[in-house]
């Protein structure tokens, strides 16, 4: 199905309004890694690294 006008500038202003973006570079490799270990967890990448992220905030919290 393809995707309307209308449909993409209802995303594009969801997207600015909801969300930001961060840039995360791994070594050649690392990414696929990566990938595999979201998989094995039933996660995507970006679930396993906002996951792995506020993991590691909250125990720097209790220290």
Do not use: C
């Amino acid at each position: 199905m393809k995707t309307t006008d209308a449909q993409k500038r209802a995303s594009t202003k969801w997207l600015s309004e909801k969300v930001e973006n961060v840039t995360f570079r791994v070594p050649i490799g690392k990414k696929a890694v990566l990938q595999e270990h979201a998989k094995a967890h039933g996660e995507s990448l970006n679930a396993f690294l906002y996951r792995a992220a506020n993991e590691t905030m909250e125990r720097d919290k209790q220290k």
